[in-house]
């Protein structure tokens, strides 16, 4: 079983980092509900085929950013805090702007440029269609 995990040799993230952020997305997007408990680490690396200090890392970065919880003893679950997706969801707002600055700046936009754009499309979004 892969829990739904789908990790990419190809893909230039580290195997940790991917784990990271598939487990985020599905407890954001509410795959995963709060108190849902997590596969343990030697179960997960066995089925994504990493080794266990790899899903060990992940899981530790998870903890760090409030994703989940781990009870010694028990296993990790999915957090149960409920402001827990609108700061997910602001987390992932926040990195894709700073992607869409660091573009903006590669293609030489002045702050200004970049802050009219971003007000013509908030006040498109004002406008009902």
């Not at 408990?37 to 089925?47: N, T, V, Y």
């Not at 990493?50 to 994703?67: C, D, F, N, Q």
């Not at 149960?80 to 030489?108: G, P």
Request: aromatic fraction near 6%.
């Amino acid at each position: 079983m892969t829990f739904g995990l789908f990790l990419s040799s190809t893909d230039k993230k580290p195997m940790y980092l991917q784990i990271v952020e598939q487990i985020t997305s599905k407890v954001m997007v509410g795959d995963w509900l709060a108190d849902m408990p997590l596969p343990s680490i030697r179960e997960l690396a066995a089925s994504t085929q990493v080794s266990v200090i790899t899903v060990k890392r992940a899981y530790s970065e998870l903890e760090r950013a409030g994703v989940i919880v781990t009870q010694p003893g028990k296993g990790s679950y999915v957090s149960a805090n409920s402001e827990l997706n609108q700061e997910l969801r602001k987390q992932e707002f926040e990195q894709h702007l700073a992607e869409t600055i660091n573009l903006a700046k590669q293609l030489q936009l002045s702050d200004d440029d970049i802050i009219t754009c971003v007000k013509q499309h908030l006040g498109e979004q004002k406008t009902p269609k």
